[in-house]
């Protein structure tokens, strides 16, 4: 029999194990500050401590804005959602952190009665700035609504839980090894049919582009900052089909600066050139965002719609390899009642994306 002591001596060293497999098991993670393009300047307050009991819920132990502040002041960053490389290794020594949360708000009405939410995250290596997982979540108060008018959720706290929770439904569980993250794919809207014209290269068939990077997309709408929730959601929704490598917004930010470009619309060879040494890619994907109703103007219609028109351009010759638009409405996805329709933007908007990146 095994004195007392070597016992206690066992058992504390069975607790040690098990604590130390959990404390391998929570990924560190640093949570950038989400960019707030919602309209709404308390959207943040509300859903970010959110996203950070979310992450903390699914094992991954997070740095927060708080430690993150003075590196970001000291850097001089303030489009948090894209860091460069650079600043992203930095980010990872200096705080031990593997992996980087970075993201947009992009919806928040605090509607009486229906209020509206709209996020779009991505989950980056610190080491190599590639993209791990990314995903986009939207609701209105109204989706929960069930038989006789009863679910609907009124409070903007409790739908933005339930937005956060659908955000992360596919993001593998802290402790998750990089390389099966590298694997993991957000799934993704099923792809309708695009009506009208759509060009495509029949290159693509053969010698599709190894890497892509979305630029800024015009914005043809009234609605401020429009386009910049159409660059984010087209990089969720490139990355989701998993066709190419995509370049991180936050590489191809850096790479326009180092160029001094700001292409809006039109871009000329020698830019594209640029962009395809400086950042690694043998395509880029523009374009204009014609349309942008969340249904929420005065005398609008209260069903969102979206129309986008895209085009993909080699970077080494500036042809034209894919091109395409398309437009939807929520209402359009309707089945009986008021069920199947998309009745928030960022369903709606991922839904088009996802149809014409079925296209390319």
Same mark, same amino acid.
């Given at each position: 029999?095994?004195?007392? !002591?070597?016992?206690?001596?066992?058992a504390?060293?069975?607790v040690?194990?098990?604590? =130390?497999?959990?404390?391998?098991?929570?990924?560190?993670?640093?949570l950038?500050?989400?960019?707030?393009?919602?309209?709404?300047p308390k959207?943040?307050?509300?859903?970010?401590?959110?996203?950070?009991?979310?992450?903390?819920?699914?094992?991954y132990?997070?740095v927060?804005?708080?430690?993150?502040?003075?590196f970001?002041?000291?850097r001089r960053?303030r489009? /948090?959602?894209?860091?460069?490389?650079?600043?992203?290794?930095?980010?990872?020594?200096e705080f031990?952190?593997?992996?980087?949360?970075?993201?947009?708000v992009?919806?928040?009405?605090?509607?009486?009665?229906?209020?509206?939410?709209?996020?779009?995250?991505?989950?980056?290596?610190?080491?190599?700035?590639? !993209?791990?997982?990314a995903?986009?979540a939207?609701f209105?108060g109204?989706?929960? /609504?069930?038989?006789?008018?009863?679910?609907t959720?009124t409070?903007?706290d409790?739908l933005?839980a339930? =937005?956060?929770?659908e955000?992360?439904?596919?993001?593998?569980?802290?402790g998750?090894?990089?390389?099966?993250?590298r694997?993991?794919?957000?799934?993704?809207p099923?792809a309708?049919?695009?009506?009208?014209?759509?060009?495509?290269?029949?290159?693509?068939?053969?010698?599709?582009p190894?890497?892509?990077?979305?630029?800024?997309?015009e914005?043809g709408?009234?609605? @401020?900052?429009?386009?910049?929730?159409?660059?984010?959601?087209m990089?969720?929704?490139?990355?989701?089909?998993?066709? =190419?490598?995509?370049?991180?917004?936050?590489e191809?930010?850096?790479?326009?600066?180092?160029?001094?470009l700001?292409?809006?619309?039109?871009i000329d060879?020698?830019?594209l050139?640029?962009?395809?040494?400086?950042?690694?890619?043998?395509?880029?994907?523009?374009? @204009?965002?014609?349309?942008?109703?969340?249904?929420?103007?005065?005398?609008?219609?209260p069903?969102?719609?979206?129309?986008?028109e895209?085009?993909?351009?080699? /970077?080494? =010759?500036?042809? !034209?390899?894919?091109?395409?638009?398309?437009?939807?409405?929520?209402?359009?996805?309707?089945?009986?009642?008021?069920f199947?329709?998309?009745?928030?933007?960022?369903?709606l908007?991922?839904?088009?994306?996802?149809?014409? !990146?079925a /296209?390319?």
């Amino acid at each position: 029999m095994r004195p007392p !002591i070597a016992l206690l001596a066992a058992a504390l060293a069975c607790v040690l194990a098990l604590w =130390t497999a959990a404390s391998e098991a929570a990924t560190r993670v640093a949570l950038l500050p989400f960019e707030n393009v919602s309209g709404h300047p308390k959207s943040p307050a509300i859903i970010m401590p959110l996203i950070g009991l979310a992450l903390r819920e699914r094992g991954y132990e997070v740095v927060g804005q708080d430690a993150l502040e003075p590196f970001l002041f000291r850097r001089r960053v303030r489009a /948090t959602s894209k860091l460069s490389r650079e600043e992203l290794a930095a980010l990872g020594r200096e705080f031990d952190v593997p992996l980087a949360l970075v993201g947009s708000v992009d919806l928040f009405a605090d509607s009486p009665g229906n209020p509206q939410w709209g996020v779009s995250g991505r989950l980056l290596e610190t080491g190599s700035g590639a !993209i791990l997982w990314a995903d986009a979540a939207g609701f209105t108060g109204d989706d929960f /609504t069930g038989f006789l008018g009863l679910g609907t959720i009124t409070s903007p706290d409790d739908l933005a839980a339930r =937005t956060v929770q659908e955000l992360f439904r596919g993001l593998p569980p802290g402790g998750t090894p990089v390389e099966a993250l590298r694997g993991s794919r957000a799934a993704r809207p099923r792809a309708r049919n695009v009506p009208g014209g759509v060009f495509r290269d029949p290159r693509l068939e053969t010698e599709p582009p190894k890497r892509v990077a979305v630029l800024p997309f015009e914005n043809g709408t009234d609605r @401020r900052g429009a386009a910049l929730i159409v660059d984010d959601l087209m990089v969720v929704g490139l990355f989701q089909a998993g066709r =190419t490598a995509v370049a991180d917004p936050g590489e191809v930010h850096a790479a326009l600066k180092a160029l001094g470009l700001a292409p809006y619309g039109g871009i000329d060879l020698e830019a594209l050139r640029g962009i395809g040494d400086k950042a690694g890619v043998d395509a880029v994907i523009l374009g @204009r965002v014609e349309e942008y109703n969340e249904g929420l103007r005065p005398g609008a219609s209260p069903s969102p719609s979206i129309a986008l028109e895209a085009r993909m351009l080699e /970077t080494k =010759t500036g042809k !034209i390899l894919w091109m395409g638009s398309h437009a939807a409405r929520g209402e359009e996805f309707q089945v009986v009642l008021e069920f199947g329709k998309i009745k928030s933007m960022v369903p709606l908007a991922m839904q088009v994306i996802a149809d014409l !990146i079925a /296209t390319m």
